[in-house]
């Protein structure tokens, strides 16, 4: 009996953290707040969902990674660079759709460069990635000139006064496709059950575990291990180019070089707190969504109490390294 429950309280970790953590703030922003507002209404719960957003999506190409046993410090640096990217296509009157296309495939260049780095020439992601946080955001302040890249721009708005790039609708709720939530929100929806199903259902996901279980075994198995994080890394890297679309669409069409910055930290937090491991083998599509979804309830709860931004860090430290003690004693427990 001890082992299914055992079982089941791993497995739903996550989710009773998550349960845990609103309940918390139900009960404390009333008695705390000023205004007395309550935690648990529809408008909060709004709010939080868009919030998940760019993480949500950012945490779908990171568990592949983690999965996979590797990481990605640059995802910060890469949505800022294709929401750059993005802003300066649009201000040059390109079509919306390649605009989109543009920053996806920007950031797969990005990913694809740190794969051939990483299975490519052996090197160790940490350090890569790292590498390339500094030269993305170097570039993206390059492209941007030390400067927010506004769309629409004076002239555009002059031309155009009543006309403006659907992107800066896909995070708020005004237009008329998106009543109940934002275009965001169901993308994360749509992108999370595609990638479920791509880590859960297919020949490449298994490979994805079978590298991350034990990488010397699957090329020994005859797995194309070059290959396959070749493939990971570049997804991931559109992944994380299409995050760079809806943070501009956040900043109501402003690519902003300095933007997502430490946000990677927030992703990878999301991915370990949803049970993934740092040691491969092990995440889940579910659990970093719930982990994601547990961040912005963290950052908006904080918000609700008043406490300062500095305590909100010092939480969300705090939980990525009790979500890496928990996921050391579930190995310990199967070793």
Partial sequence: MKAPLRKIFVKGGPFFGLILVVAFFAIAVPLVSKGGGDFLTYHNFKMIFTQTVLVAIGALGMTMIIVSGGIDLSVGSTIAFTSVIGARLLQHDWPTGVAVLAMGAGGALIGLFNGVLIAGLRMVPFIVTLGTLLIVRGTTKWLANNQAVNYPTQAQMEAHPDWHSPIIDWMTTDDPFSKALPVGVWTVVVLAVLTALLL?????????????????????????????????????????????MFQLSRLHGQGDPTAAAGLELDIIAAVIVGGASLSGGVGTILGSMIGALLM???????????????????IIGTVIIVAVYFDRLRQGRES
């Fill in 200 to 244: 859960r259902r297919t020949v490449f996901g298994r490979h994805i575990f079978a590298i991350g279980s034990n990488e010397q075994t699957a090329r020994l198995c005859g797995l194309p291990t070059v290959r396959i994080k070749l493939m990971i890394y570049t997804l991931a890297g559109a992944l994380f180019g299409l995050a760079g």
């Fill in 296 to 314: 912005a309830v963290l950052r908006t709860g904080t918000q609700a109490m008043e406490w300062p931004n500095e305590f909100q860090e010092i």
